[in-house]
């Protein structure tokens, strides 16, 4: 899959490998690869603070989903000299976010197998994190457990069950964790989620970036 950006030097283009899977060390925390097979990443951090805003939030703007405002704030603590600063700067402007607009903007996330994944409507983030473990194209058993697990969330929660794909390496451990969490109260999901959400955008920040993090999850 091939994506094409505004920088500073016009429009980039970046390919998309099929996503390997990932393995966790002994304390269970995520080690990322030092990149994805076949990317150099799109931006090199000391470029970042020199983006003008409008290509900043084109191209970070989909990190959260549906959330440009997340990026339009980060924009505003540059200089963001390193990776770890822009995801701590990212993460700053959710946790400052309204109790109220966390919530929306929990909301703003796809359900596995859900509409948007049937009309072809994910964003490009969604489609390619969704389809690492054929979330997005479900079938017979597996696809009416997933539709319960969505109706039960957006009952429950009024938002979907959002999971870091990437963490896992089989459908079985996606849901696992989705058959845990529903158990969760209002509070507990919600800091579950946002958590979930945050891992998310970490692995698309390190897709976009040509630099590891040094700081942990």
């Known amino acids: 899959m091939t994506v094409c950006l505004g920088g500073t030097q016009g429009i980039r283009q970046i390919t998309y490998p099929k996503m390997p899977r990932f393995r966790f060390g002994a304390a269970g925390r995520h080690a990322f690869p030092a990149k994805l097979p076949g ?49 701590s700067a990212m993460r700053s402007v959710v946790a400052n976010a309204a109790a109220r607009k966390r919530v929306g903007f929990l909301s703003a996330h796809p359900e596995f197998s859900g509409t948007e994944a049937k009309r072809g409507t994910l964003t490009t983030h969604s489609r390619r994190e969704q389809s690492r473990l054929d979330l997005d194209a479900l079938t017979g058993d597996e696809l009416q457990r997933m539709l319960d697990i969505n109706r039960r969330f957006m009952e429950k929660f009024g938002f979907p069950g959002i999971v870091a794909v990437r963490l896992h390496d089989s459908i079985d451990g996606v849901f696992s964790e989705l058959d845990r969490r529903i158990e969760n109260d209002d509070v507990d999901e919600v800091r579950e989620a946002l958590e979930q959400v945050h891992q998310i955008a970490r692995f698309r920040l390190h897709d976009l970036i040509n630099e590891d993090f040094s700081a942990p999850a």
């Not at 951090?45 to 290509?55: F, H, K, P």
């Open 39 to 87: 990317m150099t990443g799109l931006y090199a951090i000391d470029e970042i603070s020199a983006l003008s805003e409008a290509v900043f939030i084109r191209a970070f703007g989909g990190i959260y989903e549906h959330s440009p405002w997340v990026a339009e704030a980060a924009y505003a603590r540059r200089p963001l000299e390193s990776l770890d600063a822009l995801e």
